[in-house]
T-cell receptor, first 115, second 114 residues
């Protein structure tokens, strides 16, 4: 298993540009989520999904869109990039439901800089 | 509202010395607790978790954490650290239901020196 994969690893955008961060998992996990990591703030939940066709907002959703058309993929779209979106983005996945281990598996991250 | 507080942002420690990383949470309901580790330029890996049962949980690489419900704490300890333990450590809490949504603390950077 490849686990959780993310592309690209690094990206530089100009203010106002749009782009999609890709996330895929091959573990048949129902739950997938996107976090952003900023110094001194830990990880904050952007959006999450509990299955194909179901998404919901997390703590910091503004400026981001998601969709979940398949179990495997959960892309994150930046509609109009702003310098405040400079961050490291992590995708994670896990099983859901009672009796599970609740361990979330994280991808390697995408480092995004908006100038 | 639930929250997670890691009381130390930076912890320098000498090799073979003990280390304790403190984590407190606030919640009016029962929670699940986790410690994740992030090595430089990598993603997060689960270190250990408390779901129920024994309040002392251990990892395979010598870390342990104790859940204290009355103090709402989940402190992480290791009796003797190695250079390879240099990393950032995150305490995380999931609030039922559903348990898969995590709230993270701000992180504690552990730097182990020879």
């Amino acid at each position: 298993n490849a686990g959780v994969t993310q592309t690209p690893k690094f990206q530089v955008l100009k203010t106002g540009q749009s782009m999609t961060l890709q996330c895929a998992q091959d573990m048949n996990h129902e739950y997938m989520s996107w976090y952003r990591q900023d110094p001194g703030m830990g990880l904050r939940l952007i959006h999450y999904s509990v299955g194909a066709g179901i998404t919901d907002q997390g703590e910091v959703p503004n400026g981001y869109n998601v969709s979940r058309s398949t179990t495997e993929d959960f892309p994150l779209r930046l509609l109009s990039a702003a310098p405040s979106q400079t961050s490291v983005y992590f995708c994670a996945s896990s099983l859901r439901g009672t009796g599970r281990s609740y361990e979330q598996y994280f991808g390697p991250g995408t480092r995004l800089t908006v100038t | 509202a639930q929250s997670v507080t890691q009381l130390d942002s930076q912890v320098p420690v000498f090799e073979e010395a003990p280390v304790e990383l403190r984590c407190n949470y606030s919640s009016s309901v029962s929670v699940y607790l986790f410690w994740y580790v992030q090595y430089p330029n990598q993603g997060l890996q689960l270190l250990l978790k408390y779901l129920s049962g024994s309040t002392l949980v251990e990892s395979i690489n010598g870390f342990e954490a104790e859940f204290n419900k009355s103090q709402t704490s989940f402190h992480l300890r290791k009796p003797s650290v190695h250079i390879s333990d240099t990393a950032e450590y995150f305490c995380a809490v999931s609030f039922p239901p559903p348990h898969y949504k995590l709230s993270f603390g701000a992180g504690t950077t552990v730097t182990v020196r020879a």
